[in-house]
């Protein structure tokens, strides 16, 4: 009940209705937490994140992302730690808070790329792979405006890097084939900021 309840919030929060949302998302984390469903509860915790994040509650986010990350590392879960690393580091750039933006945006890549070296499954990959993009674009800008060219400029290049070695280890397939446009353009941002930052470190 507690993992429908789950589901419901989220479908509620897609549609806006965000009351009705954290109302079965709380109704959820106290099921969850009565039967001891620790990874369940983390995930619940990280979507009600979500849901204050869209609000523009930010102070409220984070403290269920914190939540969330705190029962993601007791519990060994490495995915969902990875996603909620992800959701803090949009947090804080959507606070301004660029140090703060940067380290869990690079914390996420390096807890993502752990796990994507193990991933066998052509679909896991390129979920990973999309959230990969979308991080290494926001840290590459963050590190860019802080004129650290030099860091902005590597990131860059191990996110081309990164995309190469997946081809190579699922057989050559193409991580983005049947990818969403958006995902398409992003990493084509990536391209872009990366021919930015070469000659910004010529000169």
């Given amino acids: 009940e507690g993992v429908t309840l789950n589901n419901i919030g989220i479908v509620y929060k897609n549609l806006g209705r965000y ?12 099921l ?13 915790l990280s979507n009600i994140g979500v849901v204050y994040e869209d609000l523009g509650r930010y102070e409220q986010a984070l403290d269920y992302y914190q939540n969330a ?20 580091g949009f947090v804080y750039a959507k606070q301004a808070d660029k140090a703060k933006a940067i380290s869990f ?19 896991f990959k390129t979920t990973y792979a999309a959230q990969q993009v ?7 800008n963050l590190l860019a405006q802080e004129k650290r060219y030099e860091e902005s400029f590597n990131y860059a290049e191990r996110s ?3 995309a190469a070695l997946d081809q190579l280890g699922n057989k050559r397939i193409d991580i983005r084939q049947g990818a969403a446009a958006e995902l398409l353009q992003r990493e084509q941002d990536i391209l872009n900021r990366l021919s930015i930052l070469r000659r910004q470190l010529i000169t």
Avoid: C, H, M, W
């Fill in 32 to 44: 969850l937490k009565e039967i001891g469903d620790r990874k369940g509860e983390g995930v619940t």
């Fill in 69 to 88: 990350l705190a029962i993601s590392k007791d519990i060994g879960d490495r995915p969902g730690e990875g996603i909620t690393l992800n959701n803090i």
């Fill in 134 to 140: 979308n991080a290494y674009l926001a840290l590459v």
């Fill in 160 to 162: 081309r890097a990164r």
């Fill in 105 to 123: 945006f690079q914390q996420f890549i390096q807890v993502n790329e752990s796990i994507q070296k193990d991933l066998k499954v052509e679909e």
């Fill in 19 to 30: 009351e009705l949302a954290l109302e079965n998302l709380q109704q959820a984390l106290v």
